[in-house]
């Protein structure tokens, strides 16, 4: 189905994170994608998405043009189009271990695009950010976290424990890449840019596994490739209503 598919454009931006899971996704099934940047609630973002956010998936099919919004949904329709590179075993295998981990990844996007990314990048990451571009003390934005990092442990504690992490395989939901893993990577990410994100930096962090699983995930190479303008390569966004 993928030589039916032309003109593939998703619109956001570098270091938006569910644009980035999207970028992942596409780089992992070496799908041709042209990236139109908009931040959310702008004319771009507001042309194709009608909640204003971001991103939004373009394409043509057959010569007609159609819209995707939602990241779960694109990354649906990825594996739709493109059985290459798997990110999932096959929604119809009867084999009760695919369904299982169908079933934890399902699980996991949901916990990464709620829970995780409700916790981790609005009253942390963009707290953070805010604080520091304007200048307030270090003792001052530490102590203003301080309540956001009791509830983000307590999720942490709960990612590694529900994850296959705790059975001490490579990935979040077994010894393979998938979309749970895209999913939950990049807000970390975010969090590992930042001085609150110590707790997932290295082997003797709070977070043991899910520190050795981030090792793991910037050694991919599409990690490495989709880095560009994210904090986690330095890059600071210039807005933060995001």
């Not at 969090?191 to 609150?196: F, G, S």
């Amino acid at each position: 189905m993928l030589k039916q598919i032309t003109n593939i454009e998703l619109v956001g931006v570098p270091f938006s994170t569910f644009t980035r899971t999207i970028r992942l996704g596409l780089e992992q099934k070496s799908i041709a994608y042209e990236l139109t940047l908009a931040l959310p609630h702008t004319d771009v973002a507001n042309k194709y998405h009608p909640f204003e956010r971001i991103p939004s998936l373009n394409f043509e099919y057959n010569g007609q043009k159609r819209t995707i919004i939602e990241s779960a949904a694109i990354a649906n329709f990825i594996d739709s189009i493109c059985s290459e590179n798997v990110l999932r075993p096959s929604r119809s295998s009867t084999n009760f271990n695919d369904i299982s981990t169908n079933i934890l990844i399902d699980e996991l996007i949901s916990i990464g695009s709620t829970y995780l990314f409700d916790t981790v990048e609005p009253p942390i990451v963009k707290t953070r950010l805010r604080l520091e571009k304007d200048r307030v003390e270090e003792n001052e934005i530490v102590s203003s976290l301080s309540k956001p990092i009791e509830q983000l442990y307590d999720i942490l504690t709960k990612l590694e424990q529900r994850s296959a992490l705790q059975q001490n395989q490579n990935y979040l939901a077994g010894d393979r890449l998938t979309w749970a893993d895209l999913f939950c990577y990049p807000a970390l990410a975010d969090l590992r840019a930042i001085p609150e994100g110590q707790c997932i930096r290295n082997q003797s962090a709070r977070f043991p596994k899910l520190a050795a699983w981030m090792d793991r995930m910037e050694s991919i190479e599409i990690v490495k490739q989709t880095m560009k303008d994210t904090l986690q390569d330095g890059w600071r966004p210039p807005a933060l209503r995001l």
